[in-house]
C-alpha cells in the first residue's frame, strides 16, 4: 500500500512578522508541512523536498504573521449595548447559539486565540469543546467557565456566587472540576446593576484562597478591577492579570496610584486595560444622537462618563507603558457596545495610549498568548508549532489599519473558508 504523499503548503509574501517584535523578514517564505510550521526564511531558503506535493500561495504585498490572540472576549454577548443583567436572562441554549456565532465572527477577523472571560453556566465549556471537536467553526478557546463573584457582585447572574474563604477555595475547585483553563476573578463591582464598580468586594482573605488553590493546581488567574483598592487588594494576593485596571475611589474620581504602578512592574502582573470599549459606547450614543436629533438623559451621561473615563484611562495607560508595566491586548468584546470581530480597534487604540505599532502587534500576539497561558503554542510563527496563520495586505508595523484587511486566515495549516471569494 502507497502512503498518500504529504501535502506542503507554502506561503510567500512581502514581509513576516514572527510576533516576536524582531523587524519583519522581507522577502518571506513560510512552508506547512501537515499543519506544522516546517520552516521560515527568506523565499530563496525556503523550499519543500523534491517530489512533494506543494500548494503555495503567493500574497505579494502582504504581510504574514500570527493568528491574532484576543486575551479577553465574551463570546455570549450580543455587542449591541445589552447589559449583562438582561442578557444573562436568555437560556444556555440560546446564549451557546449565539457564542457560535461570536466564535465564526471572531476567526474571521483573523483571531486564532481567544480567552473567554466568562459566560453563564455551562456555556463557554460547551462552546469550547465544539471548536475542539470540529462542530463548529471558531478560534481556540481558553475559559474560566464563569467567574468567581460575591454575593450579588458583578456577573454574579452567570451562577458563580460565593462568599468566604472556604466558599471562593470550594468554587475553584468546582470550575476545574468542570474544565476551566484559568480563573477570572471579579475583584470590584461593576456594571451589574447589584454591584458597585467603585468599590473593591472580595477582601485580600478571599483573594488569596482563589489564587493559592488556582495556583496550587498550576492555573493562573485574572481578576476585573474597575478600582483602584480592588488593583491593590489583588496585588497583595498575587493574582497575575488585572482585567480594566481602573483607578477609581469610591466616590468616583480617578487618580493614578504611582505606588501601585510600582508594584504591578514589581509583581510582573499582566495588565489588560480594554480601552475600546469605552469609546465604543461613545461612538454609539454619538450616532444616535445624531439620528435622533437628541438624547435621554440616561445616554448623555453615558456619553459624559464614558468620554471623561476613556481620556483620563488613555492617560493612566500611557504612564504605566512608560513605567514599563506588561500590557496585553483583550477586547472585552462583544460585552456592552463592542461588536464582534473588532479586536484591531483595541490594538490601535494601545498603540494611541503610547505603544509603538510593533508593541502593539506584540501586545496582541506573543505578549497576550504568554499573558494567558499558552505563549508556547500561539501568538508566535516558529518551526515545529502549530500553523496558526494571518495574512494581512500592506504592512501593520506601518499602518496598524492594515490588520483589517484580511487576505486569509490558516488554522492548523488549513485556510479557513470565510465564503467571501
Ligand atoms: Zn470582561
Redesign the pocket.
Known sequence: MSQSPAVWTLLTAARLLDGSGEPPLEGAALLIEDGRIAHIGPRSDVRAPSGARVHQVDYGDATILPGLVDA?T?LVAPGDGSPGDDLALEGEDLLLLRGVANARTTLHSGVTTVRD??AKGRVAISLREGIRRGLVAGPRTVICGRPITMTGGHMYYFGSEADGVDAVRAEVRKLLKEGADYIKIVASGGSTRTSDPRRASYTVGELWAITDEAHRHGKLTAA?CSCAQSIENCLEAEVDMI?HCVFAEPDGTFSLRPDLVDRLVASGAWVNPTLYILRAAKEYVTARREREGGLTHQHEALLQGAGRELEVRMEAVGKMIRAGVKLCAGS?SP?LWYAPGGFVHEIEILAEAGLSNGEAIVSATSGSAESIGVGPVAGRLAPDRQADVLVVAGDPTRDLSSLWQVLDIYQAGRCVERGIR
Do not use: E, Q
Open positions: 479577553h465574551h472571560n466568562g476585573h482585567v472585552d460585552w
